[in-house]
């Protein structure tokens, strides 16, 4: 019967709780001090001086470490959110081109009030200065007078100057006109931006870095596709986004002061998943388009083979499967989901041969192959054991490895719940839970062999393979390896007199942390012999003598689950683990 910690209401619903929350974090895949971070019992009140002491957990000493060693469970990501695919162009706004003015030479530009202009003149005259363009349009020449330059456009500055230059010096008089900067602008910028407003730039700066000041198109809301810039509420153009993602391209609109850039709302979409190299929510400008305008935009990888589509109308789902070699007249309709898939079909697989071994080491089989037709290509060495061929496979690798985490989890919850009568017991249990999960930690990191038992000789010719199976035929052996807990871990040379006392003996004797009454055997093949008090398995060469440490513990759940991973781990990895 467990003792109750405390007689208070309160007091005993934490203790409620905490018996049910290992279960709930075991469910969760989560282990119980890591699920339940903050989680500690209350101090038990004494009765008086004479009261004896109340049961104590090791839960309470163990979870009531200081507040910074705590590390909080970090907040699992909402699936809808985590799933969710990314619009196509939320990539452009991030900063790059709000922070760059464009001040390069654009023949285009149409020259402004308030644009600067170098001018230089030599010969019979000189004159150097940077003239501003005044708000009539002009700039002054001394001896020249007033030049008219609003509207020019760049490519044609300097021959303008040069013409009106000459009118008043026919000769002997070299001019040079050049656009220093453009004229400093403020534009409005508004529609579905994420931070509308007015900002200040360059007449030469681009639609571009208007947006990315503004904060950039709202990806929910916002049109990739219809970017308006209006000049006293007419509109100068339309800037279409998708052609400067995939093209490149986009119109060189020279901005005012007052210009207005209109991004408009966002118009159909279509959402891409699966084997596609642009997997994004791409914007169209209708409601129905060919699927092969789609697959142009979405590139669909070289292994993708099928096409589905999810429509929605109204409460209803409807489904289509297409092959993507057959889509001339699949039509994609605005809110569809399209999923590019991969139907393949494994022809042929791999496999690895290692060892002693002197052909190919890498085998190219029929899907459906088995050990047997591997084998058959087997160019052996001279000193290959055949007889004990491995096979090591990764799924069988995983499934150790899922196998050993819930033993490890059982252990911790073992650890972590017992119930203690006296406080010196619940010091005892608390070092005691301290040093399972310090074993705990250690056995995590643990790397299984996924290994296959071969039984017997005949098993070859019914043992199927998969892809990336691993062949490996080892070499012959004279010797006998024991370690684990004797004095002096070594390879001894093999005798078939000798029986496995002998063997441990050569080795030092067990150490003083060895379970005597039980060692495990290993052969070649990975088959498992367990010499018990009684049974001792016929040593054959090339063995390996892995001698278990002992497990002491009053709590049988808590002996026989460590005595349970050991065993896991020393067949999976060949690894020897004490605590």
Known sequence: MPVCLSRRPAARLIAR?????????????LPFATAFPEAALPPARSAGPAAPARAASPVAAVLAAPPAAAQPLPMPADPA???????????LFSGRFGHEAFSGFNADHQIAPGDRISLRMWGAFSFEAVQPVDPQGNVFIPNVGPVKLRGVRNGELNATVEAAVKRTYRANVGVYASLEAAQPVKV?????????????????????????????????RGSFLAVDVLRGGVSRGKINLYRFLLEGRIEPLQLQDGDTLVVSPRQFTVTVLGEAANPYVFEFDRSRLPAAELLAMARPKAGATHLSIVRRIGSERRSEYHPIGALDAVTIQDGDEVTFTADRYPGTILVRMEGAHLGERTLVLPYGATLKDALARLKPAPQAQVEAVQLFRRSVATRQKELLESSLRSLETAALTARSATSEESALRTREADLILQFIERARTVQTRGQVILAGRD????????????????????????????????????DDRATLADYVARAGGYSQGADTTRVVVIRQDGSVAEAAAGAMPRLLPGDELMVLPKIESKRIEVTRGITQILYQIAISARVLLGL
């Open 81 to 91: 959110t985590a799933a969710r695919p990314v619009v196509f162009g939320a990539q």
């Open 188 to 220: 409005y910028v508004t529609g579905f931006v994420r931070a509308p407003g007015l900002y200040g730039g360059l007449s030469s700066d681009s639609v571009l870095n208007y947006l990315d000041k503004a904060g950039g198109i709202d990806v929910d």
């Open 459 to 494: 098993s070859a010719a019914s043992t199927l393979l998969e892809d990336n199976d691993v062949i490996r035929v080892p070499e012959r052996s004279n010797t006998v390896l024991v370690n684990g807990e004797v004095l002096f871990p070594s390879a001894l040379v093999f």
């Open 17 to 29: 709780l905490l018996m049910l929350a290992p279960l709930a974090a075991s469910a969760q895949g």
